[in-house]
């Protein structure tokens, strides 16, 4: 189904060469300063890469994990109205993908609408940078009825607040959240290869443990 996403490959080669020649102009940059041949900063510790179709990309931000609050936001609804953070209640779970108009998000996010019918009590959010139109139109031809989706398009808050922003596309990088009543993060996936699946189970099992 790789070879479905085409349109991004080519650009994520492109970015993914340009993040190269970026890293190794750092790098020969910092060498010199220090007066030795390896270089650790601050900024590079932060820094976290994802692939597609093996091309090096990088997320902007820090990195959520299992125990953090989960940050403020605001995102946009298809109706175009303002959508905070302290607006979602209960069990939440939050998928980011970069694009619902191709095939692995298209296949991730109705495979939680359909499983969706069977966990009472949660809500589920598709967060991307698709226009509210698009989401809306995506949604209408797919009969999504059980997952809301939001954009990220306008304030680009969720992507800065959860670290999901790829640097070099201002895309959403593939990753899932499930947040509990308390806001707290209670399960957190980054898919390493944007084009691979999330581990469906262990959204599943997490969303359903009891206690």
Known sequence: MKHDLFPLTVIAKGYGMFYNA??????????QTAGHNHWITKETLSMTTVTFQGNPL????QQLKVGDKMPEFT????????????????LKVFLTVPSLDTPV???????????????????IYAVSRDLPFAQARWCGAHGINNVQTLSDYK???????????IEELALLTRAVFVVDN???????????EM??????DAVYAKITEKG
């Open 105 to 123: 998000c298209d296949l991730e996010v109705r495979n939680f609408n359909q499983k969706a019918s069977e966990l009472h009590g949660v809500r």
């Open 182 to 192: 308390e806001g707290i993060v209670r399960h957190v996936e980054y898919v390493p």
């Open 22 to 31: 970026v890293r190794f102009e750092r790098r020969s940059t910092e060498s």
């Open 75 to 90: 995102l946009t609804d298809n109706g175009l109205g303002s959508v905070h953070s302290n607006d979602l209640t209960g």
């Open 58 to 61: 990088t997320l902007q931000g």
């Open 195 to 200: 084009t691979n699946h999330p581990n469906y």
């Open 155 to 165: 304030e680009h808050s969720f992507g800065k607040a959860t670290g999901t922003c």
